[in-house]
């Protein structure tokens, strides 16, 4: 059986310095809040070519956060790609706001840039763009939107860590919100997130709104939260950390296999040199695509679906998120994603690519 995931053997290799670092960790006595999360925070701010880090509980977190410390008007509204995971919509009905879906184009899956202004009105604060599957988003686009209507930019990249836009990082744009789910290239073992930014008040705001809305113990300036990364997550993450652009390299040589030795009968992601790529998920799209997951499990394949129900068609969002999105729709009744992990062998991607390209309804 060829998993689709498998987070032991994901782990393997790092097993002995997560054991060496949890050591230490343990013997020092500090486990909320501490030197290892301030360090992973430095490092991680590095890593995304940003000023500051600042930890959270998790992906969803970070959003929320990020959102809730612009201080945004009561009834402002939030432009959204209407593809997206459910938490980046979360995220804004949780501040209060409303999100406003645009449409993704149907060839990256990253919200189409031609659409946006339409949906710009006078509440409109924020373009909340998702670096898709570890795809960037065609940021000159929204750069000039957003200077044009003085928006401000947060970036979903949950997906992306480390991808590139004409060589520049993701987070790095405008305000960076980061998931360290165990599944993702920057996995934690447990749960976790990060907001990254380069203003140094926004920063201190996000630190006071993670810890209870204090900046010194027991005064409360601001309605705070509990969500604060765990110095143990901290720990793993900078072991992690240190491998990333490996992990990166190694899932790109596995993408590239499935470019160059996949059937032109499925559709298969767009590559562009401006952008550089780090296939959390490799996904391909066929119109019969729940038949091809049938299948390719019936030959000891393991497959996912990102997503299975577009955000608009969920029943708790049926009062909030109106219209219809045809775009959207098509690629959640088509989209497949394959196995990438960084466990898998070259030999296992051949061996999918070889599973596909003999299915007879192809």
């Known amino acids: 059986m060829i998993k689709y995931e498998d987070l032991k053997r994901v782990n393997e290799k790092l097993f002995d310095d ?14 909320v809040l501490g030197g290892n999360v301030s360090a992973f925070e430095n490092e991680f701010a590095s ?5 500051y880090g600042i930890g959270v509980a998790s992906g969803l977190d970070a959003l929320i956060l990020a959102i809730d410390a612009f201080e945004f008007p009561k009834d402002s509204e939030i432009i959204v790609p209407s593809n997206t995971y459910i938490a980046t919509i979360l995220a804004i009905i949780r501040n209060g706001f409303k999100p406003v879906l645009v449409e993704p184009d149907i060839k990256t899956y990253n919200i189409d ?22 795809k960037a988003c065609d940021m000159d686009s929204i750069i000039d939107i957003s200077n044009r209507y003085n928006l401000k930019i947060i970036e979903d990249c949950a997906q992306a860590h480390g991808a590139k836009y004409k060589g520049k990082k993701v987070g790095s744009f405008g305000v960076g919100c980061f998931s360290f789910y165990p599944t993702k290239n920057l996995g934690a073992l447990g749960d976790g997130g990060a907001v990254v930014c380069d203003d140094e008040v926004y920063m201190q705001k996000l630190k006071s709104l993670r810890n209870y809305g204090s900046a010194k113990k027991y005064y409360n300036d601001d309605l705070g939260y509990n969500s ?21 390299q190694y899932k790109r040589e596995l993408a590239k296999l499935y470019l160059q030795n996949l059937d032109d009968r499925v559709i298969k ?4 040199e401006e952008y550089l790529d780090v296939y959390h998920i490799f996904n391909i799209r066929h119109e019969k695509r729940d038949e091809l997951q049938k299948y390719l499990l019936q030959n000891s394949i393991e497959t996912q679906i990102h997503y299975p129900v577009a955000p608009h068609k969920q029943k708790a969002y049926q009062e909030v998120l109106n219209g219809d999105y045809p775009i959207s729709q098509e690629i959640h009744d088509t989209t497949l994603s394959l196995p990438i992990s960084y466990f898998h062998t070259k030999d296992d991607i051949l061996k999918v690519c070889e599973t596909i390209n003999n299915w007879s309804e192809l």
């Open 228 to 248: 604060r990364l765990d110095e143990i997550q901290a720990v793993f993450l900078s072991v992690k950390l240190k491998i990333l652009d490996d992990i990166t």
């Open 47 to 51: 890593f995304c070519e940003s000023s």
């Open 18 to 31: 997560y054991k060496k670092s949890f050591d230490k960790f343990l013997k020092s006595g500090w486990y």
């Open 269 to 272: 992601p767009v590559v562009d």
């Open 113 to 134: 840039t031609t659409k946006i202004e339409d949906k710009i009105t006078k509440r409109t604060k924020a373009i909340l763009v998702v670096h898709l599957y570890g």
